[in-house]
């Protein structure tokens, strides 16, 4: 079983809509990472999480540590969003990150 | 200087050969990971460098070798090339400390293996 699972693995919407993306990890860890690749290959970092909840943007992403489970959201969505989001987890030791195999979203306009 | 620049973007090596790839980090940032993006897959760890020393490592061989000079650039080396180790190649830096973002991630080069 992967340490970590995003969902959905695909994922086509309408410009405006509201996306959400999910990710759930099963080991402990120190913090959580949201990322946004777009396809060039570079990577952004959106957020790094270790509780609650931060907004920057349109862009919002929650934790539950209890329950394992990050969310990534995206309100009113528009097609320069479209790219591979990756969630990576963060087990605070010797720069390891754990990458989910990513989201590739596509906004419609 | 601000971000993390990768050289080459994109680079096409025979099988046998040897490769040196390269990044410079933010001013600042002591800690650079490497990691190998295949295709359709996520990131995977390489190694680690603190302070001009490895520091952490994942699953590669031997052949996967790094360096980080003091003026915040790192080389990743590859001897020996295999048609496996065609990927996207990306090093991410950080000051070692918390941070907003923890991470700034270079675009990467991608290396091709014929």
């Known amino acids: 079983k992967n340490e970590v699972e995003q969902s959905p693995q695909n994922l086509t919407a309408q410009e405006g809509e509201f996306i959400t993306i999910n990710c759930s990890y099963s080991v402990g860890i120190s913090a959580l990472h949201w990322l946004q690749q777009h396809p060039g290959g570079g990577i952004v970092s959106l957020f790094m999480?270790?509780?609650g909840k931060k907004k920057h943007g349109r862009l919002i992403a929650t934790i539950n540590i209890q329950e394992k489970h990050s969310s990534l959201h995206i309100t009113a969505s528009h097609p320069r969003d479209s790219a591979v989001y990756i969630c990576a987890l963060d087990r605070g030791s010797q720069g390891n990150l754990i990458f989910g195999k990513g989201t590739k979203l596509s906004v419609k306009p | 200087e601000t971000g993390v620049t990768q050289s080459p973007t994109h680079l096409i090596k025979t099988r046998g050969q040897q490769v040196t790839l390269r990044c410079s980090s933010q001013?600042?940032?002591?800690?650079v990971s490497w990691y190998q993006q295949a295709l359709g897959q996520g990131p995977q760890f390489i190694f680690q460098?603190?302070?001009?020393?490895?520091?952490g490592r994942g699953n590669f061989p031997p052949r996967f070798s790094g360096l980080q000079f003091p003026n915040y650039s790192s080389e990743l080396n590859v001897n020996a090339l295999e048609l496996d180790d065609s990927a996207l190649y990306l090093c991410?830096?950080?000051?070692?400390?918390?941070?907003?973002?923890?991470?700034?991630f270079g675009s990467g080069t991608r290396l091709t293996v014929v």
């Open positions: 001013s600042g940032h002591n800690t």
């Open positions: 460098y603190y302070r001009e020393e490895e520091n």
């Open positions: 999480l270790s509780s």
């Open positions: 991410a830096s950080s000051s070692g400390g918390p941070s907003n973002y923890g991470y700034t």
